[in-house]
């Protein structure tokens, strides 16, 4: 009876810690869903003024994203990535399924005037989150180079 007892007792704490607990692989589809497009850029004479649309078409909530713009810089053999990023404003800290949100950059022209070292014709775009919650395995960054859509 004691050895049923127990068996039974560590069935159900662990079915109960099973059921509770939350370890999310993020699947590389939900990443793909997230889209971040680039609607409108105003060049104006103190810079340049990017709009930003990121849209959730996963099934699941962004926690804690932040979006950035930069732009690549020429290499002999291509482009690297560049380390200075600025961070898109109108961010939210939670966007949920099919929601879309439109952020704004804004690059002062002294960062990009003259400096033949940079492609500012097709910047990059980044967004750093997590997927559902705020958890190391939870973590995900996607972006990439992105053209104007109309």
Request: net charge positive; charged share 20%; glycine share 6%.
């Amino acid at each position: 009876m004691n050895k049923l007892y127990f068996s039974v007792t560590i069935l159900f704490v662990l079915l109960l810690s099973s059921g509770c607990n939350k370890n999310y692989a993020i699947n590389p589809n939900d990443i793909d869903n997230i889209k971040l497009e680039l609607v409108n850029i105003s060049k104006l004479p103190q810079g340049t003024s990017y709009a930003i649309k990121l849209k959730n078409g996963s099934k699941h909530i962004i926690k804690q994203n932040v979006v950035y713009l930069s732009y690549p810089i020429k290499q002999p053999n291509g482009q690297t990535g560049n380390k200075f990023k600025i961070e898109a404003n109108g961010n939210k800290l939670d966007i949920k399924p099919n929601e879309v949100i439109t952020l704004n950059v804004f690059a002062p022209i002294q960062e990009y005037e003259n400096n033949n070292n940079l492609i500012i014709e097709n910047p990059n775009v980044e967004i750093k989150g997590f997927i559902d919650e705020v958890k190391a395995e939870n973590q995900f960054n996607k972006g990439g180079g992105v053209q104007l859509t109309k």
